[in-house]
């Protein structure tokens, strides 16, 4: 048995879980609605305020998707009742972070600022302190989405190991090499 896929979901409270037709999972909580189809082999049974995932069989396939389906499940719960958040750190001389709407626009030392239209299921905000490197922070409820928003964002500048210049998670931690020794 898995050891992920086995083990139940509890609702929080204001969440509610709903399977539909053609096993598509609908997940309705305080910050928005989230669908998902789930393979159909796979069963997802809501019962009082738990929700457990089973497979029909012993296949490798079956047990595949049976850990994956209950990770994805229990992530979309958590997106609906608290959301998840992403903070990038621009380290660099001259690099900068500023909202417009729904466009992110990044100064990282390249000749011309870059625009990244961020998709309506993001919110970021830009925080620039003086003396301290600017932060983007992102939001949204679905882990997937925001997760592949800021790895675009980290690939626009990815953080080079001798001067750890570039845009990297706040709190992640850079290896660095050594540069050249001077000759003698």
Same mark, same amino acid.
């Given at each position: ?7 139940? +979901? ?8 709903? *399977? ?6 609908? *997940? ?24 457990? *995932? ?22 979309? +719960? ?48 830009? *925080? ?17 989405? +925001? ?38």
């Amino acid at each position: 048995m898995s050891r992920i896929g086995k083990l139940p +979901i509890s609702l929080p409270a204001g969440v509610q879980v709903s *399977v539909g037709a053609d096993n598509e999972v609908t *997940v309705k909580g305080p910050k928005g609605t989230l669908t998902m189809p789930v393979d159909r082999d796979i069963a997802v049974d809501t019962a009082d305020s738990t929700i457990t *995932v089973t497979r029909p069989t012993e296949q490798k396939r079956h047990k595949a998707m049976h850990g994956l389906y209950r990770s994805l499940i229990n992530n979309m +719960i958590t997106g609906v009742s608290t959301g998840f958040e992403h903070k990038l750190e621009l380290v660099g001389v001259g690099y900068k972070a500023a909202m417009a709407g729904t466009t992110l626009e990044l100064s990282l030392g390249y000749s011309h600022n870059v625009f990244l239209a961020l998709p309506k299921e993001v919110t970021a905000t830009a *925080v620039t302190e003086k003396g301290k490197n600017p932060i983007v922070t992102l939001n949204s409820i679905d882990k997937q989405l +925001i997760g592949q928003v800021a790895a675009k964002i980290r690939s626009l500048r990815k953080v080079e190991p001798y001067k750890g210049k570039g845009v990297r998670f706040v709190g992640e931690q850079v290896r660095r090499k050594a540069g050249k020794t001077a000759s003698k």
